[in-house]
Structures are given as C-alpha cells and as structure tokens.
C-alpha cells in the first residue's frame, strides 16, 4: 500500500512482485524509488522501461536463440512536435522491395513494444501492408516472417531456473489456447526449449517471464519473450499451470526476502548489462603491463598512507548497525501480487 512517496525514502517492503506498472506511471515511478533504497522489486522496473521487442530479438541472436526475420519500420505519420527537418536522415521512399524480399509473405506486422494482441496484422501481400500501416498512426511497428509451426509452447521462467513448458495453441480462443491432452514431445525438443527460455531470460534479467517459441522443421523459434507481466489467470492458464506460478512465485519472493541486504541494490540485472559494465572494472590488460613496476611501490609512504585509510574505513562497518531497522522490516516481508 501506498500513501505518499518521499525521494530516496526506503519502503516497508523487502520484495514486491509488480503485475501492474505498465499500466500505471505512478506506480512504475514508485518502484524504481523503491529499488534505488534497497526494495528487491519482481521484474526490475529500470530494465522493464528500456525493454522492447525488437531490441529482444536482435539480443536473442546475440544470444544463440533462433528468431524469426524481423525489420523495423518508421512510424506511418510523424510524431507530435516534429517536422520534415527531423527525419533528413531517413530516405525517402525506404526500400520497400528489399524488405518485403527479405521477409517474405505472408507475415505479420506488429508494434515493436507492447503486447497483449494489440495492433497485431497478418499481412498477406504488399497491398495489404500499405494498407494496414497506414491504419498505425505514430506507432512503431516491425515487420515479421511467418513461421508456420507444428508445435506452439509457452513457457513460464521464474526466478531464473524454474521454467514451466506448455503446449499452446494460439489460433484457438483464449480460454482453449492451453493443450492439456496433445501428441507426445521428444525429450530432446522439450530440454532446448527449456535451455532457451533460461538463455533468453539469463540475458534480459527477468525474474517472473514467459516465453512463446514456435517450433518449425525441429527448431524452436523465440516468437514472444517480452511479457514481464504475463497472463496467469486461472480461467486461461488451467488450474494446473495457475498453481504452479502461484507456490513458484511464493517461494521466489520468499527465497529473495531471505537473500534481502538492506541499503544494497537487490536487483536482477541481466547478462547484456553485466556484460557491458564487466569490462570497464576489471580492466585485465592495465594490470598486466605495469606488473613489474607496482611490486616496489608497495614500498614507498604513498603505498603505507593506503593501509592506514583501509584501517580508518573499517569502522564504516558500523553503518551497518544503522541498517538494522531495515533488517527487521525485511524479516516481516510483506508481499504484494496482482
């Protein structure tokens, strides 16, 4: 519960499960203020407003993960406060040919972030795509290959490691999409899809995740793994499916109010991010070229008057006596969930 926001204030709360802040601003505002004072909030809402579709499927292929051709589209009319001027580096008109090469028809056209089946088009010729693009406004939109499957999974992956596979049926109505009584799967197919959903969200750093992989000729195609608030109605998913999200998601929550250091950043941040910072702190190649040197600096009173601040930053630790209010608030873990 919420009744004020303070900056930089630290919540109540050890770990919250967010299902609700794309929806509403306010309450993504509210937990990345929340995660900068030590919250472990369920996704991580700083990566979530940087996350898009596209983007995901080029990090896909970085990652080893098939994807199906995609290209990404300028918006059909300009975007508010701008003009001409602001798109010179844009040519005009695109190459429409050499798109429509490389994806192929039929194909689908859909925003680059979002979701929900929202704005999604099944295009089955040029003609059709001038005509629905035009219907898109201001939207981003990327054009996609069709990948006509014979096996459709959706795969839940909480908390990392804990991934839940389902066969799936997209064309059907929502409450029918889930396939409890459908042909047998090769343990091979099942342990890739399992090892790509874990790469995939090794990769974005998401806690609580699904991902829809469409399976042509044997190989698995990610279609759909940016839904960071994914469907767990009990009425769509089945009983069965809505049961296991609900003990894996308690035991995560529980697992990381358990593993909560209060004042410290208590984030999932995904390899792409960690990746990129790794380099800038280790720096492996400055420490091999002056090796020789630094032994005898070891020496000199510049060396010794280093020693002397460590002994002096050791009562730092004291601090931590000053985080001990928070260490019983995470004790008393309050978790919220929609």
Same mark, same amino acid.
Request: proline share 8%; with cysteine; net charge positive.
């Given at each position: 519960?919420?009744?004020?926001?303070?900056?930089?204030?630290?919540?109540?709360?050890?770990?919250?499960?967010?299902?609700?802040?794309?929806?509403?601003?306010?309450?993504?505002?509210?937990?990345?203020?929340?995660?900068?004072?030590?919250?472990?909030?369920?996704?991580?809402?700083?990566?979530?407003?940087?996350?898009?579709?596209?983007?995901?499927?080029?990090?896909?292929?970085?990652?080893?993960?098939?994807?199906?051709?995609?290209?990404?589209?300028?918006?059909?009319?300009?975007?508010?406060?701008?003009?001409?001027?602001?798109?010179?580096?844009?040519?005009?008109?695109?190459?429409?040919?050499?798109?429509?090469?490389?994806?192929?028809?039929?194909?689908?056209?859909?925003?680059?972030?979002?979701?929900?089946?929202?704005?999604?088009?099944?295009?089955?010729?040029?003609?059709?795509?001038?005509?629905?693009?035009?219907?898109?406004?201001?939207?981003?939109?990327?054009?996609?290959?069709?990948?006509?499957?014979?096996?459709?999974?959706?795969?839940?992956?909480?908390?990392?490691?804990?991934?839940?596979?389902?066969?799936?049926?997209?064309?059907?109505?929502?409450?029918?999409?889930?396939?409890?009584?459908?042909?047998?799967?090769?343990?091979?197919?099942?342990?890739?899809?399992?090892?790509?959903?874990?790469?995939?969200?090794?990769?974005?750093?998401?806690?609580?995740?699904?991902?829809?992989?469409?399976?042509?000729?044997?190989?698995?195609?990610?279609?759909?793994?940016?839904?960071?608030?994914?469907?767990?109605?009990?009425?769509?998913?089945?009983?069965?499916?809505?049961?296991?999200?609900?003990?894996?998601?308690?035991?995560?929550?529980?697992?990381?109010?358990?593993?909560?250091?209060?004042?410290?950043?208590?984030?999932?941040?995904?390899?792409?991010?960690?990746?990129?910072? @790794? !380099?800038?702190? %280790?720096? +492996?190649? *400055? =420490? $091999?070229? #002056? &090796? /020789?040197?630094? @032994? !005898?600096?070891? %020496?000199? +009173?510049? *060396? =010794? $008057?280093? #020693? &002397? /601040?460590?002994?002096?930053?050791?009562?730092?630790?004291?601090?931590?006596?000053?985080?001990?209010?928070?260490?019983?608030?995470?004790?008393?873990?309050?978790?919220?969930?929609?």
């Amino acid at each position: 519960m919420i009744d004020k926001v303070m900056q930089a204030d630290p919540t109540e709360y050890a770990v919250i499960i967010d299902r609700i802040s794309q929806d509403v601003p306010f309450y993504r505002a509210y937990l990345k203020n929340a995660a900068i004072s030590g919250t472990a909030v369920l996704n991580n809402p700083f990566w979530w407003s940087a996350d898009e579709k596209f983007f995901n499927n080029a990090l896909a292929i970085k990652t080893g993960v098939p994807v199906p051709k995609t290209v990404l589209l300028p918006s059909k009319e300009r975007p508010d406060d701008t003009t001409e001027n602001s798109f010179r580096n844009l040519k005009y008109p695109m190459d429409w040919d050499g798109i429509f090469e490389h994806i192929g028809f039929p194909a689908y056209m859909k925003p680059f972030a979002g979701g929900g089946w929202k704005n999604v088009y099944k295009l089955n010729n040029a003609d059709e795509f001038f005509k629905s693009h035009s219907e898109t406004g201001q939207l981003i939109m990327m054009l996609q290959e069709e990948i006509v499957f014979n096996e459709y999974f959706r795969c839940y992956c909480l908390g990392g490691n804990e991934v839940r596979i389902m066969q799936y049926e997209p064309r059907n109505p929502h409450h029918l999409r889930y396939v409890h009584d459908g042909p047998p799967l090769s343990k091979k197919l099942l342990d890739t899809v399992k090892d790509y959903t874990i790469k995939l969200n090794a990769a974005l750093g998401y806690d609580f995740n699904t991902v829809e992989f469409a399976v042509r000729d044997g190989i698995p195609y990610a279609i759909d793994f940016c839904n960071p608030a994914p469907d767990a109605d009990i009425n769509s998913v089945g009983q069965e499916n809505f049961e296991w999200v609900v003990e894996t998601a308690a035991n995560m929550a529980i697992k990381r109010a358990q593993e909560h250091k209060p004042g410290q950043m208590n984030l999932t941040w995904g390899t792409f991010v960690k990746n990129a910072v @790794a !380099p800038t702190t %280790k720096k +492996p190649a *400055a =420490k $091999k070229a #002056p &090796a /020789k040197k630094a @032994a !005898p600096a070891i %020496k000199t +009173p510049v *060396a =010794k $008057k280093a #020693p &002397a /601040k460590a002994k002096k930053a050791t009562p730092a630790k004291t601090t931590t006596a000053a985080t001990k209010k928070p260490v019983k608030k995470a004790t008393t873990t309050k978790r919220k969930s929609k």
